[in-house]
């Protein structure tokens, strides 16, 4: 099945510090959305972007929509133990709604 | 709490046999989508409805098939059940069908083993 390319795959990082993801597509998406999932749980929505350059915060975390449609960025600043989980980006196609997911991104955060 | 839900939880169950999964979308939402995630593939979508009509299909298989009611809530038959069939099944619903705001909410998903 087809998945897009998010990095990095895993992240251990200190509590405080700040965190960057990204994901990228060979196919230009209209939508893109960031989830985060926890493990046994249903993904989580955080943030939808819907334009080219567009720039979300929710909170601690601020995402971009690529300028070329094919890509997208997350990040969180001030990382906490809670962030601990699996980030998943989406990508919607024209004329769909079905999501495209990336690969995840794990999030260890030590105390 | 997304406000979508999903039953059973859990579910475990033989080779060969037929298992049905269940639904029920956010209040006011009219487009469902089943997704299977599993270790090797991840997260793939399956199928969509739109106020009770398929509005896309994806990866799923000819022994797995969905359908969604008047009342709006969902239902995933997965039969003839093989061993590499056991994964997390997630439902998600959104407002619309396809275009305007596409964010899709998610349930806290069925994990079906297969033995």
């Known amino acids: 099945g087809q998945q897009l390319n998010q990095s990095p795959q895993s992240m251990f990082i200190q509590e405080g510090e700040d965190v960057s993801m990204n994901c990228t597509s060979s196919?230009?998406?209209?939508?893109w959305l960031w989830y985060k999932q926890d493990p046994g749980e249903g993904p989580v929505l955080l943030i939808a972007l819907y334009k080219a350059g567009e720039l979300t915060s929710n909170g601690r975390l601020t995402a971009q929509f690529g300028i070329t449609r094919k890509d997208s960025f997350l990040n969180i600043s001030a990382s906490i133990p809670s962030d601990v989980g699996i980030y998943f980006c989406?990508?919607?196609?024209?004329?769909?709604?079905?999501?495209?997911f990336g690969t995840g991104t794990l999030l260890a955060v030590q105390p | 709490d997304s406000g979508v839900t999903q039953t059973p939880k859990h579910l475990i169950t033989a080779t060969g046999q037929r298992v049905t999964l269940r639904c029920s979308p956010r209040s006011g939402d009219l487009s469902v989508y089943w997704y299977q995630q599993s270790l090797d593939q991840g997260l793939q979508f399956l199928i969509q409805?739109?106020?009770?009509?398929?509005?896309a299909k994806g990866n799923i298989l000819e022994r797995f098939s969905a359908q969604q009611f008047p009342d709006l809530h969902s239902e995933l038959n997965l039969s003839s059940l093989e061993l590499g069939d056991s994964a997390l099944y997630f439902c998600?619903?959104?407002?619309?069908?396809?275009?305007?705001?596409?964010?899709?909410?998610f349930g806290p998903g069925t994990r079906l083993t297969v033995t």
């Open positions: 989406a990508g919607q196609s024209p004329g769909t709604n079905k999501l495209i």
């Open positions: 196919s230009i998406f209209n939508t």
């Open positions: 998600a619903s959104s407002e619309w069908a396809s275009g305007g705001r596409g964010e899709q909410y």
């Open positions: 409805y739109y106020n009770g009509e398929e509005r």
